[in-house]
């Protein structure tokens, strides 16, 4: 089994090919679970936007809460998704498609996909699936998004999201952050 090394303090991506931005987030680790504050600020499509948000996870890697803003040509939008045992909840309103996952996964951040590979710890040659609640980047709209993840060895696994029909082999450092992903960024800090 992979381990992987203490949080840095702060982490940034630019992102590039599917969108032109930049990420920025500050992590606090606590024997109660990690915090995680960020921002992305970017241009899809021709379409601007940016993105804050404040997520809590426990110990373990699953996330409790998300706490995300932003704008974008659609208008100001803010949501709030949230745990309640193995039920979630989004803007307060049960979301039982959501249930029994462990991710939140934010379309505008490189940084979420750090939590399923730092929780599930897979030893090389195993694929599993890994569903998160998929927080959209241009109106914050919630969503059930089914993804797999296969240990490739040394800290490259690959990502499938037979949704988007999308896959490809992500690159992560020793604290277990995204260094390489590709056509979406790279991590510069």
């Known amino acids: 089994m992979h381990s992987f090394g203490r949080l840095p303090n702060a982490a940034a991506w630019r992102h590039e090919e599917s969108?032109?931005?930049?990420?920025?987030?500050?992590?606090?680790?606590g024997e109660d679970g990690i915090r995680v504050a960020g921002e992305?600020?970017?241009?899809?499509?021709?379409?601007?936007?940016?993105v804050g948000y404040e997520?809590?996870?426990?110990?373990?890697?699953?996330?409790?809460r998300a706490h995300v803003r932003g704008r974008s040509s659609r208008g100001a939008h803010e949501?709030?998704?949230?745990?309640?045992?193995?039920?979630w909840l989004v803007d307060g309103v049960r979301a039982p498609q959501l249930d029994g996952i462990?991710?939140?996964d934010l379309e505008a951040s490189a940084m979420t996909n750090a939590f399923p590979v730092r929780?599930?710890?897979?030893?090389?040659?195993?694929?599993t699936d890994a569903p998160a609640a998929y927080?959209?980047?241009?109106?914050?709209?919630?969503?059930?998004?089914?993804q797999t993840y296969e240990h490739l060895g040394d800290r490259r696994y690959e990502y499938d999201c037979r949704r988007f029909d999308f896959t490809c082999e992500l690159v992560y450092d020793d604290a277990g952050l995204v260094t390489t992903y590709p056509e979406i960024?790279?991590?510069?800090?």
Do not use: I
């Open 135 to 146: 927080v959209r980047a241009l109106d914050l709209s919630v969503e059930r998004l089914d």
């Open 55 to 64: 997520l809590e996870l426990d110990p373990g890697w699953r996330t409790r």
């Open 19 to 29: 969108k032109d931005g930049f990420e920025v987030v500050f992590f606090a680790q």
């Open 79 to 87: 949501t709030l998704v949230a745990r309640d045992g193995e039920r």
């Open 185 to 189: 960024a790279r991590r510069v800090l």
């Open 40 to 50: 992305t600020t970017a241009v899809e499509e021709g379409e601007p936007f940016w």
């Open 102 to 104: 462990d991710d939140v």
């Open 119 to 127: 929780r599930m710890r897979l030893e090389p040659g195993v694929r």
